[in-house]
């Protein structure tokens, strides 16, 4: 595993090495196209556990607001950077965000991320660092008022995304960029093999957390406040996980029987194979696919750690095998590849990785994964097909041009809290407080 920082390092400067580590991995998204998902899963952050917290939440919050600081970072210096000072460029966003939306006292902040630029071998311009931070307080409501102007601060989403969701939702896209840049409840799923979701919710409060159940959800908890997954009572001994209230629906939809055959055909990380078989009690025959064994790997730590069991295999869903694909199921989960579009709140990098191309190769994967799984159902089964887009193309005209091609399929009425009619499916949007935004369409099979 690679180091962000030598411990060294760390010890010298825990302040500023968080601001280092969370420059370092500002740059790897924006200038090298990463995922910050796999960055986060890759780098070791640094030391204690106040420094993790605050790297993380200057990379979150960076990613979120990256128009606007790349904006205020453009007023304050005379000519750009060169591309060989992509770190540089990042640290002095990453110090911009503290500046901006932190509470970190500004003195604190310019002096910690100054020390930041020479843990990242730029001592020599540690000068420049501290000049344009100290500028930008002298000047922050001059500087802010020019660049809040800006269209692309103002809704800040790559064009493509934004003329998408004008075209889909004329009458909700400014409220989903707004809900799209904004902080994500914090909700949990209680592992019902263990214990009701009322004994869990008074566990929560002996802990000072407070929690509302979740609409729809029977073992849903939203918290008031978000904290760390080790300050949740018993989450290492496998009585709850997070999971966003929406996605927790995919295991109520599909409504997987005890004794059932179930595939979850996209299953990595395996929160919703987790939530099928809490809900049945642990009684399905559940084959759990991922193309990428890597990937697979998290479902099965997570069913370790909630001490369930299915069949992981590495494999791809849209090349059925025999080995896994016989007997027929029951029911099928297909968590599609898509957009993620419903999830940029919860990852802010997908504003900036996510092209416009990418679209039409994923409605074609889409469309192959539906046509390959759709003979593995036995008569009388049912498919779900779930995505977390925003996207018509991605949702109800996938599901529409499936329907008029496959016309043993007929969609089932659903009723999910919130939710909105596409027909066909039903989509839920993100909101402040409320779920991400997610794509459902129930289909089930004629009999013969």
Same mark, same amino acid.
């Given at each position: 595993?690679?180091?962000?920082?030598?411990?060294?390092? $760390?010890?010298?400067? #825990?302040?500023?090495?968080?601001? *280092?580590?969370?420059?370092?991995?500002?740059?790897?998204?924006? /200038?090298?196209?990463?995922?910050? =998902?796999?960055?986060?899963?890759?780098?070791?952050?640094?030391?204690?556990?106040?420094?993790? $917290?605050? =790297?993380?939440?200057?990379?979150?919050?960076?990613?979120?607001?990256?128009?606007?600081?790349?904006?205020?970072?453009?007023?304050?210096?005379?000519?750009?950077?060169?591309?060989?000072?992509?770190?540089?460029?990042?640290?002095?966003?990453?110090?911009?965000?503290?500046?901006?939306?932190?509470?970190?006292?500004?003195?604190?902040?310019?002096?910690? =991320?100054?020390?930041?630029?020479?843990?990242?071998?730029?001592?020599?311009?540690?000068?420049?660092?501290?000049?344009?931070?100290?500028?930008?307080?002298?000047?922050?409501?001059?500087?802010?008022?020019?660049?809040?102007?800006?269209?692309?601060?103002?809704?800040?989403?790559?064009?493509?995304?934004?003329?998408?969701?004008?075209? +889909?939702?004329?009458?909700? &896209?400014? $409220?989903?960029?707004?809900?799209?840049?904004?902080?994500?409840?914090?909700?949990?799923?209680?592992?019902?093999?263990?214990?009701?979701?009322?004994?869990?919710?008074?566990?929560?409060?002996?802990?000072?957390? $407070?929690?509302?159940?979740?609409?729809?959800?029977?073992?849903?908890?939203?918290?008031?406040?978000?904290?760390?997954?080790?300050?949740?009572?018993?989450?290492?001994?496998?009585?709850?996980?997070?999971?966003?209230?929406?996605?927790?629906?995919?295991?109520?939809?599909?409504?997987?029987?005890?004794?059932?055959?179930?595939?979850?055909?996209?299953?990595?990380?395996?929160?919703? =194979?987790?939530?099928?078989?809490?809900?049945?009690?642990?009684?399905? /025959?559940?084959?759990?696919?991922?193309? +990428?064994?890597?990937?697979?790997?998290?479902?099965? /730590?997570?069913?370790?750690?909630?001490?369930?069991?299915?069949?992981?295999?590495?494999?791809?869903?849209?090349?059925?095998? #025999?080995?896994?694909?016989?007997?027929?199921? *029951?029911?099928?989960?297909?968590?599609?590849?898509?957009?993620?579009?419903?999830?940029?709140?919860?990852?802010? +990098?997908?504003? &900036?990785?996510?092209?416009?191309?990418?679209?039409?190769?994923?409605? +074609?994967?889409?469309?192959?994964?539906? /046509? *390959?799984? &759709?003979?593995?159902?036995?008569?009388?089964?049912?498919?779900?097909?779930?995505?977390?887009?925003?996207? *018509?193309?991605?949702?109800?005209?996938?599901?529409?041009?499936?329907?008029?091609?496959?016309?043993?399929?007929?969609?089932?009425?659903?009723?999910?809290?919130?939710?909105?009619?596409?027909?066909?499916?039903?989509?839920?949007?993100?909101?402040?407080?409320?779920?991400?935004?997610?794509?459902?369409?129930?289909?089930?099979?004629?009999?013969?």
């Amino acid at each position: 595993m690679e180091s962000v920082l030598t411990r060294a390092e $760390a010890r010298a400067a #825990p302040g500023a090495a968080a601001r *280092a580590a969370a420059a370092r991995m500002l740059s790897q998204v924006r /200038d090298r196209g990463q995922s910050l =998902t796999r960055v986060l899963q890759r780098e070791r952050l640094p030391e204690p556990a106040a420094d993790r $917290a605050l =790297t993380q939440e200057l990379v979150y919050g960076a990613l979120r607001a990256l128009p606007r600081l790349e904006a205020l970072a453009r007023l304050l210096l005379h000519r750009p950077l060169p591309r060989a000072e992509r770190e540089l460029q990042a640290l002095i966003l990453i110090g911009l965000q503290q500046l901006t939306a932190t509470r970190t006292p500004p003195h604190a902040a310019v002096a910690a =991320t100054v020390e930041a630029s020479r843990l990242l071998g730029r001592a020599n311009k540690a000068g420049l660092v501290n000049a344009l931070l100290r500028r930008f307080l002298r000047e922050r409501e001059t500087l802010l008022a020019e660049v809040d102007q800006r269209p692309e601060v103002r809704w800040p989403l790559p064009p493509w995304l934004l003329d998408s969701l004008r075209r +889909d939702w004329p009458e909700d &896209w400014e $409220a989903l960029v707004e809900a799209s840049d904004a902080h994500p409840p914090m909700c949990l799923r209680v592992n019902r093999t263990r214990l009701a979701r009322e004994d869990y919710g008074a566990q929560l409060e002996a802990a000072g957390l $407070a929690a509302q159940p979740i609409p729809g959800c029977p073992a849903g908890l939203r918290l008031e406040r978000p904290c760390p997954t080790r300050e949740l009572p018993g989450h290492a001994e496998g009585l709850v996980s997070v999971q966003d209230g929406g996605a927790q629906l995919a295991a109520e939809l599909l409504d997987a029987r005890p004794g059932m055959r179930v595939l979850d055909a996209c299953a990595a990380p395996g929160g919703k =194979t987790a939530a099928m078989l809490e809900r049945a009690g642990g009684q399905l /025959d559940l084959v759990a696919l991922d193309q +990428d064994a890597e990937r697979l790997q998290a479902v099965h /730590d997570t069913l370790a750690r909630l001490a369930l069991n299915a069949r992981l295999i590495a494999a791809d869903a849209a090349r059925p095998d #025999p080995n896994w694909s016989t007997p027929p199921f *029951a029911r099928i989960l297909l968590d599609a590849p898509c957009s993620a579009t419903g999830v940029i709140r919860r990852h802010p +990098d997908i504003k &900036w990785l996510r092209r416009a191309e990418d679209i039409p190769a994923l409605c +074609d994967q889409q469309a192959r994964l539906l /046509d *390959a799984l &759709w003979p593995l159902l036995e008569p009388g089964g049912r498919l779900l097909y779930a995505t977390c887009s925003l996207l *018509a193309a991605e949702n109800q005209a996938q599901i529409a041009a499936f329907l008029a091609r496959t016309p043993e399929a007929r969609e089932c009425p659903l009723n999910p809290p919130e939710a909105r009619h596409r027909a066909p499916g039903y989509q839920l949007l993100p909101s402040t407080g409320g779920s991400d935004g997610f794509y459902y369409a129930l289909l089930e099979k004629a009999e013969r």
